[in-house]
């Protein structure tokens, strides 16, 4: 019975290890008015008919704080890069050489910059969402276990565990939030 409750736990666990990973990586797509090519990192090319990462066809890197560069391998493949940015709307405008590509990153307005902290903190509520429904079936995982013969303060105790984890979890959500809405508000 002690490993079915260690098992919840770390299910649980997993699951909000989950959450911040996935927090984290929504969060770098939000631009903060410094160039990243995490920006244009989930972007798919249509290359000779099947969809690829945009790494796989072309260089991507930062010339500078506000420019980030796209050298294609194939010169072909730069009409097709330029409407995959076109397509993703990223709101960036591609500034094709026939070589390679720019995206100078415009500074932020302040306007702008306060959508994108009700943005990041509305990904920051959907993370701590899903680490509560973590601890919502690990909760009833232990309350099962406790009718089913478990020792009610052994319960107790592991409830108790999974509440702390979910407030540990909870806690680096919200320091996450701050860094990043700090990120965005500098200008």
């Known amino acids: 019975m002690q490993e079915e409750i260690d098992m919840l736990y770390d299910i649980a666990k997993e699951s909000m290890d989950k959450a ?3 927090l984290g990586a929504e969060l770098t797509k939000i631009r ?3 160039a990243s090519t995490s920006l244009v990192s989930g972007l798919s090319v249509d290359y000779y008919g099947s969809p690829t ?3 796989q066809v072309a260089n991507v890197s930062t010339a500078d704080a506000k420019t980030i560069t796209i050298q294609p ?3 072909s493949v ?5 409407k995959s940015i076109f397509e993703a709307n990223l ?3 591609p500034q094709n050489d026939g070589e390679m590509i720019r995206l100078v990153i415009p500074p932020l307005t302040e306007e702008r910059r306060r959508d994108l902290v009700k943005k990041a903190k509305a990904l920051g509520e959907d993370g701590k969402v899903t680490v509560r429904g973590a601890r919502q079936k690990a909760m009833d995982g232990i309350k099962k276990a406790v009718k089913d013969g478990y020792p009610e303060d052994q319960g107790k105790r592991a409830e108790h565990n999974v509440q702390e984890m979910t ?3 909870g806690k680096k959500i919200e320091d996450i939030l701050k860094k990043k809405e700090e990120d965005i508000m500098t200008v």
């Open 78 to 82: 730069i009409s097709a890069i330029e």
């Open 73 to 75: 391998w194939e010169k």
């Open 91 to 93: 709101g960036l405008t």
């Open 32 to 34: 903060t008015g410094k």
């Open 53 to 55: 990462p945009l790494n």
């Open 167 to 169: 407030n540990g979890f």
């Open 20 to 22: 911040i990973s996935h």
